[in-house]
């Protein structure tokens, strides 16, 4: 019944905001919740949701995926939930946000399917509107390296963002170029997903992450095409990487100090 799915939702999410480390720039959580689509099969959603300190005065920052759903049906499913989220700004809305996707999927997902190609048209005019963004990260080590770059390559790919996963010695830089919206997802997913394991190999999240630079991309600088992971066995080799790209000024400002 709707009453048992209510408490149901209100126990879990009470356990789940407790369960959250509270910080300065506000809570992040993850939600997975099991929906009935269009042919009654079940569909697995998993919510991560950010709410910043002035939440709900402010929208949450919203990620769906699901392994039944292609990217773009859960790209819709974001932007449905947002449309949602306007109508009850300056009030809690997580739990009506999630009843109303449990209510509403298989209609997300019909429309979703009807308007793909226009959509595709749509967004080929206006992804660029805020155009192109570019983000420059730095990890400090990789315990797990393998499952790592093979879940930093499926964010890349998920994301539409293109760069390079960069290795010298013990540096490790990630340098992502895209939609600034997908840029700004990718960094919920870095921050608050398992990605590595710990001194033990338990599964841990990324503490040790710098956030170099988070810039448009300039008319001068080259648009990466792919997204590709690259080893350098000199410096030399990593700085004429950045230069081939038109990025001289951003790998003379950012890379020289991590090697002090």
């Not at 998920?158 to 960069?166: P, V």
Request: aromatic share 6%; hydrophobic share 40%.
């Amino acid at each position: 019944s709707v009453e048992s799915v209510q408490k149901s939702l209100y126990f879990q999410l009470s356990l789940l905001l407790l369960l959250s480390c509270r910080k300065t720039h506000g809570i992040t959580f993850r939600i997975q919740i099991s929906v009935k689509e269009l042919l009654d099969t079940d569909v697995l959603l998993k919510l991560l949701f950010h709410l910043p300190v002035n939440y709900p005065s402010t929208l949450p920052d919203i990620s769906v995926n699901s392994d039944q759903l292609t990217r773009a049906q859960c790209m819709e499913v974001k932007d449905k939930l947002l449309e949602q989220a306007k109508n009850h700004l300056s009030e809690p809305m997580v739990h009506d946000l999630i009843l109303w996707i449990q209510q509403h999927l298989k209609y997300v997902i019909k429309e979703s399917a009807t308007v793909c190609n226009e959509k595709t048209t749509l967004s080929k005019g206006t992804s660029t509107e805020d155009g192109t963004w570019m983000l420059l990260l730095h990890l400090d080590h990789m315990r797990a390296k393998a499952k790592y770059v093979k879940t930093v390559e499926k964010w890349a790919t998920d994301l539409r963002l293109t760069g390079r996963l960069m290795f010298m010695g013990k540096i490790i830089l990630i340098l992502l170029q895209g939609d600034r919206s997908n840029i700004k997802e990718y960094l919920i997913l870095q921050k608050t997903s398992k990605v590595d394991v710990d001194s033990s190999g338990k599964k841990c999240k990324e503490k040790m992450i710098s956030v170099l630079c988070e810039t448009k991309v300039q008319s001068q600088q080259k648009r990466f095409q792919t997204f590709e992971v690259k080893e350098y066995s000199t410096l030399d080799e990593l700085q004429k990487e950045f230069e081939t790209a038109g990025l001289a000024t951003l790998f003379s400002d950012f890379v020289p100090p991590l090697l002090k």
